[in-house]
C-alpha cells in the first residue's frame, strides 16, 4: 500500500528547499528561478528595475497576475508564501505610500531576507511575518487583496489556505494566484512523495478541483489561464508535466 503524506516531513523538505533558494540563489533546483524567468512570465523590466535586486534573483514565481487583481493606491495587501519578496515590492510600488503590502512566509532565511532587503530599500509600507498560510496571523477583513505566486500547491491543505484567504479579505476583496497544477489526477504513488511535493509536482491539485476549493471557500472565480511560458527544468517535473498535464496557471477571483 502507498505510504501517506508525511505533513510533518513535507514541511522540512519544503523549508529546506526554501532556504536553500534564499541562501544560494544560483545553485540548481527542479525549478527556474531568477530575474530572466520573472521578465519571460511577463513582469516588466521597468518594474523590476525598481524592485531590489537580491530579491528578483531568488524570484520562484510561476506566473504573473498583477493584471488580474486589479491593484489600487491605497490598497492593502497580502502576499501568501512572500519568498524573497519580489511581489510585496512589485504590489508595493502600485499601492503607494497610504496602501500596505505585507509578506507570509514560514521559511526563517526567505523572511530575514526579505526584511533586510525592505530595510535597506528603506520600504516603510511593507512589511514580513513569519508564519503559516493555512494559518494566516491575520484579523479577519484586514486586506483588499491577497496575492500568492507559486505556493499553494506546495500546501498539503488547500481547503484551509482558501479558507484563511477569504477570511482575511474584506467583502468584495479580490484573489489573483499563481500556481502548480494538473489536467488529471495524479497517482498516490506521486502526491506520496514529500520530494516531489517540493519540487512543486506531488502537491499539484487537479484543476476542476482547484478551482472548487476556491469557491467553496466564497469566492467567485472571473478567470484562469495557462502560463505556458513557465517550464519545469527537471526531467522528473517534466515527465510529470507530460504525463498528467503539470503545468503553471494564474487565476483571479473576488470574494
Ligand atoms: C516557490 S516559492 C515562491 C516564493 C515567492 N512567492 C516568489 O514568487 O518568489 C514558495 C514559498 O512559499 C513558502 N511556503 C511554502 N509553504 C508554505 C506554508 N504552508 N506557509 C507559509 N509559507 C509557505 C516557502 O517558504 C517559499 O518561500
Not at 497610504?98 to 526567505?110: E, K, W
Not at 503559516?132 to 491577497?146: K, L
Not at 472548487?212 to 472571473?222: N, Q
Request: aromatic share 8%; proline share 4%.
Amino acid at each position: 500500500m502507498a505510504r501517506p503524506l508525511d505533513v510533518e516531513r513535507l514541511e522540512r523538505a519544503v523549508k529546506s528547499v526554501y532556504r536553500d533558494v534564499a541562501e544560494a540563489p544560483n545553485e540548481e533546483y527542479h525549478f527556474e528561478m531568477g530575474r530572466p524567468l520573472a521578465e519571460r512570465l511577463g513582469y516588466p523590466a521597468g518594474v523590476l528595475d525598481r524592485v531590489p535586486a537580491r530579491a528578483t534573483e531568488s524570484f520562484a514565481g510561476v506566473g504573473y497576475h498583477f493584471d488580474l487583481p486589479d491593484l489600487r493606491e491605497g490598497d492593502d495587501v497580502l502576499d501568501l508564501g512572500s519568498g524573497s519578496g519580489t511581489d510585496a515590492f512589485v504590489a508595493a510600488l502600485r499601492v503607494g505610500d497610504s496602501g500596505s503590502v505585507t509578506g507570509l512566509d514560514m521559511t526563517d532565511r526567505q523572511i530575514a531576507n526579505a526584511r533586510k532587503l525592505r530595510d535597506e530599500a528603506g520600504l516603510d509600507n511593507v512589511s514580513f511575518e513569519r508564519g503559516y498560510i493555512e494559518d494566516a496571523p491575520f484579523e479577519d477583513g484586514a486586506f483588499d487583496v491577497v496575492l500568492s505566486n507559486g505556493v499553494i500547491n506546495l500546501s498539503p491543505d488547500k481547503e484551509r489556505v482558501f479558507g484563511e484567504a477569504n477570511r482575511v479579505l474584506a467583502p468584495g476583496g479580490r484573489l489573483a494566484v499563481s500556481d502548480i497544477i494538473s489536467e488529471k489526477l495524479m497517482p498516490e504513488s506521486i502526491k506520496n512523495s514529500e520530494d516531489l511535493w517540493a519540487a512543486c509536482i506531488g502537491g499539484a491539485e487537479q484543476i476542476d478541483r482547484y478551482t472548487a476549493l476556491i469557491e467553496a471557500a466564497g469566492f467567485e472565480v472571473a478567470e484562469v489561464r495557462d502560463n505556458a511560458q513557465y517550464e519545469f527544468v527537471s526531467e522528473s517535473a517534466a515527465n510529470a508535466c507530460q504525463k498528467y498535464g503539470v503545468k503553471s496557471i494564474s487565476l483571479g477571483a473576488r470574494k
